[in-house]
């Protein structure tokens, strides 16, 4: 993933009062301040555009903050693009929540999911006006859907027991097990967890619901992935993107991975098809290919599927590069050999010409438009990050944010041009905020390669002052630090209480080219902490304002493990040693790391193998062995839920700490996962966070 009536003026304020003296903030001569974390929970965030078919407006997802209930709250607004002043209404009335929208073939209803009834159903709203209608009544939740192209059927994907036959035998499994006072539960092959839930046996599974003539969805869906032992879509951040329908709303293609006891370690997504009515089984598409095939599109004849592929099986970060695949011979072809960027979920333009997708890229996340015949890529949007879009005929709307600027939605002509702002939200708000100013730095890195950064000044920055620093290390360890407005890690809370702050996209990060994505892999200790190194005495030397001497690092999920890697390998920057070191949800022992993460392909192709296969793989640079070498204070932040590196970590680095008398502070959250997102628990780790900084920094 909020001109003349700004939309934060048209919507309640849902943020409880918190003390006056939590909300406490300094102001400069001009009545500036500095962002801080409530500033960032009671924000306004935007997502999900989607056009009616005739361009002339947009639905959007509109999240807000009701900090007593700990919560986000999300409900649908309405907007149109060739207004000449922001209109921004809301669509669905007052206690009505629902995300997912979605128009009618005649942009006179929209769709949307909302747990209005009990359970999280597909509902509609006329876009005249009028009460909400209920769409699908089934005894569980649906987790996403997509309408046909005629609007007479719906897709939707709901967890199931796959030997069950109906709907009711899964509700009724449910039922007794809740009611069943043993606890135990007994598993066969892996996943037993992922991410932050625990496997009950249900799968995630396509069915098909015809719609009445009364608006309302059969009683008794069609299920048409009977038989796939997959989540589809896949599981836990899979969305609608991973299946579609054809033109004539006869076919759904979609993707699965169908790995029995090795899907913990495999990452073979395969691209299927099957007819809307189930008359008959799945066909599998892509069966040659043992890498991950993902997110199919239809061309609009209906003869050639669109998606998207990796070559590297078990590699997770490997190039998605763009397919096409001809339905009659199943001949394939590469569209985009000569782009170097791994594509993201597609949309097709109106006259079938060109393809529309988003990616990272040299530190931001563009919009691209790549001409199908040639494979040419165009940039068509960018300045930050295009978190969603849509695109009718020649319309193009989209969601962008930055690092000064939350996201926003934005109107242009399909090729980019003409784009304006069309929502404000949260500019009343931060009306007296003052942004740290951003710069974008390089540097030569490891292999003589040339390395970026940003630097971020606090936002009272004077010429001539040196100020503290804050230097951030990105998780992934193949991501990317972008121009965005990040919700868990923005640099603006830090510069709003006067720090700089440095980030480096050492070697691994993405949107540089998948040959600088893949130098990490098997070389997390060294080729990456030479590009901090490096980065480092770059930004100090290139930025005068930066206190090295004044310094605390900072590292979530790799970044944490490259915390642990810094406490042990890198006491000394240039001008002394940190102050401080923070970290989140890191790897402190990576052997273990091995064998208790679920998604295993990781560990697996990180280390060059498994842990019993290639040992050395994991102990040439496992943090645990360096513990010796531990002096700086450190705050340590884990979470019970995270399965992807267990509690267990942090524990463990929190007695390292303290049984060599180090000083040293462990945050745990109870109910959270590999991310913090409850609005009171980020408030919490923020306070932590900053109260540590406070301590140890001038």
Not at 206 to 220: E, N, P, Q
Not at 518 to 547: M, N, V
Request: charged share 20%.
């Amino acid at each position: 993933m909020p001109r003349l009536r700004p939309l934060s003026r048209l919507v309640p304020l849902l943020l409880a009062a918190l003390p006056l003296c939590a909300l406490a903030a300094t102001h400069d001569a001009a009545g500036k301040r500095g962002f801080n974390v409530r500033d960032l929970v009671n924000l306004e965030r935007i997502s999900s555009p989607v056009l009616s078919p005739d361009g002339k407006t947009v639905v959007f997802a509109l999240r807000q903050t009701d900090y007593t209930a700990n919560k986000g709250i999300t409900s649908l607004w309405i907007e149109h693009p060739d207004a000449h002043a922001a209109s921004a209404t809301r669509l669905l009335g007052d206690g009505m929540e629902g995300d997912s929208p979605a128009f009618s073939a005649d942009g006179r209803d929209v769709y949307f999911l909302s747990s209005k009834s009990g359970s999280n159903q597909v509902w509609r709203q006329a876009v005249a006006g009028g009460a909400p209608v209920q769409v699908t009544n089934y005894p569980l939740d649906v987790n996403n859907f997509k309408l046909s192209p005629d609007d007479k059927s719906l897709a939707v994907s709901i967890d199931v027991f796959t030997d069950c036959n109906d709907l009711a035998c899964t509700k009724q499994r449910l039922d007794a097990k809740a009611a069943n006072k043993a606890s135990g539960v007994i598993f066969d092959r892996l996943f037993i967890r992922h991410w932050d839930t625990w496997a009950d046996g249900r799968r995630s599974q396509l069915f098909t619901a015809a719609i009445g003539a009364d608006g309302k969805a059969a009683a008794a869906p069609v299920w048409v992935t009977r038989g796939i032992d997959g989540d589809v879509p896949s599981k836990p951040f899979g969305d609608q993107t991973e299946y579609s329908w054809s033109p004539d709303g006869k076919t759904l293609a979609f993707d699965v991975r169908i790995a029995g006891k090795t899907e913990a370690w495999s990452t073979n997504f395969d691209i299927y098809s099957v007819p809307a009515d189930g008359s008959a089984a799945p066909r599998n598409w892509t069966a040659a290919n043992k890498a991950w095939d993902a997110m199919p599109v239809f061309s609009h004849d209906g003869k050639t599927l669109y998606y998207t592929a990796m070559k590297t099986p078990g590699f997770e970060a490997d190039r998605f590069a763009i397919m096409a695949m001809d339905l009659a011979s199943g001949a394939t072809r590469e569209i985009d050999p000569s782009w170097d960027r791994s594509a993201g979920a597609l949309v097709l333009s109106a006259d079938g010409k060109t393809l529309y997708t988003t990616t990272d890229d040299n530190g931001e996340h563009p919009l691209f438009a790549i001409d199908i015949a040639t494979g040419v890529a165009k940039k068509i949007a960018g300045g930050g990050v295009i978190q969603d879009f849509d695109l009718v005929g020649n319309k193009l709307v989209f969601a962008r944010a930055n690092l000064q600027s939350p996201a926003q939605l934005f109107a242009a002509d399909r090729d980019g041009r003409g784009a304006r702002q069309i929502t404000h939200n949260n500019e009343d708000r931060l009306k007296d905020v003052a942004f740290g100013a951003v710069e974008r730095f390089h540097f030569t890195g490891w292999n003589n390669d040339t390395v970026y950064g940003y630097v971020v000044k606090p936002w009272n920055f004077e010429p001539g002052k040196k100020y503290p620093v804050v230097f951030l290390v990105h998780g992934g360890p193949q991501d990317s630090w972008l121009n965005e407005f990040h919700y868990r890690w923005n640099p603006q809370t830090y510069t709003g209480q006067g720090y700089a702050v440095v980030e480096i996209d050492f070697h691994g990060s993405t949107g540089y080219g998948q040959a600088f994505t893949d130098s990490i892999s098997q070389h997390w200790g060294d080729r990456p902490l030479e590009d901090l190194q490096k980065g480092w005495a770059a930004a100090l030397q290139q930025f005068p304002f930066l206190d090295g001497a004044d310094a605390c690092e900072l590292g979530a999920s790799y970044g944490g493990y490259m915390t642990y890697w810094i406490a042990g390998n890198w006491n000394t920057p240039a001008s002394g040693q940190w102050k401080c070191l923070i970290d989140h949800d890191g790897v402190f022992d990576n052997r273990m790391m091995g064998y208790a993460t679920e998604e295993l392909w990781f560990s697996k192709h990180e280390n060059g193998g498994t842990p019993w296969e290639n040992p050395q793989g994991y102990e040439q640079f496992n943090p645990i062995d360096y513990v010796k070498n531990w002096k700086v204070p450190m705050l340590i932040v884990h979470s019970q839920h995270d399965y992807r590196i267990p509690v267990e970590q942090g524990i463990a680095a929190f007695t390292a700490l303290q049984m060599r008398g180090i000083e040293s502070k462990y945050l745990y959250f109870p109910n959270e996962s590999h991310w913090v997102q409850k609005p009171q628990d980020s408030v919490q780790w923020h306070d932590t966070v900053n109260a540590w900084l406070r301590e140890h920094l001038q």
